[in-house]
């Protein structure tokens, strides 16, 4: 009588596929869990609110998800969103895309500094952007002279608050930046070069890639990202608070990013994973709002899941 053998699924495949498609997993398990412990949570109205409150966070994830494939991290995101912010009401008098315009270039002067302290001076990425989170949002206060602004043109309210055909605006905005980002990444000879300089940054300058004028310009993209969702975020309470708009969406930005498969040692952009990691961070947060958990406990969460999402990664979970 013969015998037969079932291979079983090595340890490194098994961890291939938690890399690869746990975010996804965890989203689906959760939402399960929702569907038999959570009422309400699958009405229309309630997935149209967790798809508008994940836009900020998806935008800026775009951005830091650039940084993070070139091994480099922005924590000045929060800064962008403040600058863009403040200087969105003091410029609505000449129009709505002049103004948009104007607030994002003023944030884009956030990545130029950074990126010009990281790829021309050679400042280490966690150094040059912790200096600007805190020097950029400090401007963003002067500039906004330190109060609150409201914002009533209808123009800006629409992005935050807008619909076309039962779709908001603002999951629109992110949809087509997704896209933008994905295509950036995917197709284009910038996004392998990106990738190059992720991988490894001698290699690419000695096969002659200007890495330092990409760096510059990814920074520069990140910094403008953070400027659209802060436009959306401001459009969405109808008032400017640099104060308090984009605190810790760094934190959330770099989760997402990281949970969604994209190492911290750069070389890769899962642009989906991102997206997933996004949305696994929202329902996570909805899902706690549902149940009255302090908002303290989804923050320790999200910390929770950069350690166990960076330790997946570096390939350490089955191993003794």
Same mark, same amino acid.
């Given at each position: 009588?013969?015998?037969?053998?079932?291979?079983?699924?090595?340890?490194?495949? &098994?961890?291939?596929?938690?890399?690869?498609?746990?975010?996804?997993?965890?989203?689906?398990?959760?939402?399960?869990?929702?569907?038999?412990?959570?009422?309400?949570?699958?009405? =229309?109205?309630?997935?149209? !609110?967790? $798809?508008?409150?994940?836009?900020?966070? $998806?935008?800026? &994830?775009?951005?830091?998800?650039?940084?993070?494939?070139?091994?480099?991290?922005?924590?000045?995101?929060?800064?962008?969103?403040?600058?863009?912010?403040?200087?969105?009401? $003091?410029?609505?008098?000449?129009?709505?895309?002049?103004?948009?315009?104007?607030?994002?270039?003023?944030?884009?002067?956030?990545?130029?500094?950074?990126?010009?302290?990281?790829? +021309?001076?050679?400042?280490?990425?966690?150094?040059?952007?912790?200096?600007?989170?805190?020097? /950029?949002?400090?401007?963003?206060?002067?500039?906004?002279?330190?109060?609150?602004?409201?914002?009533?043109?209808?123009?800006?309210?629409?992005?935050?608050?807008? !619909?076309?055909?039962?779709?908001?605006?603002?999951?629109?905005?992110?949809?087509?930046?997704?896209?933008?980002?994905? =295509?950036?990444?995917?197709?284009?000879?910038?996004?392998?070069?990106?990738?190059?300089?992720?991988?490894?940054?001698?290699?690419?300058?000695?096969?002659?890639?200007?890495?330092?004028?990409?760096?510059?310009? @990814?920074?520069?993209?990140?910094?403008?990202?953070?400027?659209?969702?802060?436009?959306?975020?401001?459009?969405?309470?109808?008032?400017?608070?640099?104060?308090?708009?984009?605190?810790?969406?760094?934190?959330?930005?770099?989760?997402?990013?990281?949970?969604?498969? !994209?190492?911290?040692?750069?070389?890769?952009?899962?642009?989906?994973?991102?997206? &997933? /990691? &996004?949305?696994?961070?929202?329902?996570?947060?909805?899902?706690?709002?549902?149940?009255?958990?302090?908002?303290?406990?989804?923050? @320790?969460?999200?910390?929770?899941?950069?350690?166990?999402?960076?330790?997946?990664?570096?390939?350490?979970? +089955?191993?003794?």
């Amino acid at each position: 009588m013969s015998s037969v053998t079932i291979p079983l699924p090595r340890q490194g495949s &098994a961890l291939k596929l938690l890399q690869k498609y746990g975010v996804y997993l965890a989203i689906v398990l959760i939402l399960v869990a929702n569907l038999i412990f959570t009422p309400n949570f699958f009405t =229309v109205d309630n997935l149209r !609110t967790q $798809l508008v409150q994940v836009v900020p966070v $998806l935008i800026v &994830a775009l951005g830091m998800a650039l940084v993070i494939g070139t091994e480099g991290i922005d924590l000045s995101v929060g800064a962008a969103m403040a600058m863009a912010a403040a200087v969105l009401p $003091l410029y609505i008098g000449y129009g709505f895309l002049p103004a948009l315009l104007i607030a994002i270039v003023a944030a884009l002067v956030i990545g130029l500094v950074n990126g010009a302290l990281i790829a +021309f001076i050679g400042v280490q990425p966690i150094v040059a952007t912790l200096s600007l989170m805190v020097a /950029g949002r400090g401007l963003a206060l002067l500039v906004a002279g330190e109060q609150l602004r409201p914002v009533i043109d209808p123009g800006v309210l629409a992005l935050g608050r807008g !619909t076309i055909l039962g779709v908001p605006w603002a999951v629109l905005v992110a949809a087509a930046l997704v896209a933008i980002v994905a =295509v950036l990444v995917n197709r284009t000879t910038f996004g392998k070069q990106l990738v190059a300089i992720g991988g490894n940054r001698r290699a690419a300058e000695l096969a002659g890639l200007p890495v330092k004028r990409i760096l510059l310009v @990814i920074y520069l993209v990140c910094a403008g990202l953070a400027a659209v969702a802060g436009i959306i975020g401001t459009a969405r309470l109808a008032a400017s608070v640099p104060s308090t708009i984009g605190n810790l969406i760094e934190l959330s930005a770099i989760t997402a990013v990281v949970v969604g498969g !994209t190492p911290l040692s750069g070389g890769q952009v899962k642009i989906a994973g991102t997206v &997933a /990691g &996004a949305l696994l961070l929202q329902i996570i947060t909805a899902t706690l709002v549902k149940h009255n958990v302090p908002d303290a406990y989804s923050q @320790i969460i999200q910390a929770a899941i950069i350690v166990v999402a960076v330790y997946i990664q570096r390939g350490k979970v +089955f191993s003794k």
